[in-house]
Nanobody
Framework: QVTLAESGGGLVQPGGSLRLSCAASTGIFSTYTMAWYRQAPGEQRELVAR???????NYADSVKGRFTISRDNAKKTVYLQMNSLKPEDTAVYYC?????????WGQGTQVTVSS
């Protein structure tokens, strides 16, 4: 069983930045694929960014060049640096972990981009 705890959400003005963190309670964090998803009201949950155990990265087209996913295996934490935020980035952001057919989700953290 893996527990994921997100932090770092909040209210930010358009053009601002936030950094989300997700701490995992597993001793083999480095072997997990980690990702951030988001879900806006009335919308389906969508992949924002993903980082594989070997370090390869994927991003949604809508966030390329603005968001950066990274991981610190020693701290068992994955990060999402979000720059140049737009109102359409407003959503609940969820941390996700995958390994060997097992998936785990965090509780989510709200990000609101508004003036």
């Amino acid at each position: 069983q893996v527990t994921l705890a997100e932090s770092g959400g909040g209210l930010v003005q358009p053009g601002g930045s936030l950094r989300l963190s997700c701490a995992a309670s597993t001793g083999i964090f480095s072997t997990y694929t980690m990702a951030w998803y988001r879900q806006a009201p009335g919308e389906q949950r969508e992949l924002v960014a993903r980082i594989f155990s070997g370090g390869s990265l994927n991003y949604a087209d809508s966030v390329k060049g603005r968001f950066t996913i990274s991981r610190d295996n020693a701290k068992k934490t994955v990060y999402l640096q979000m720059n140049s935020l737009k109102p359409e980035d407003t959503a609940v952001y969820y941390c996700y972990a995958y390994r060997s057919g097992y998936t785990y989700w965090g509780q989510g953290t709200q990000v609101t981009v508004s003036s």
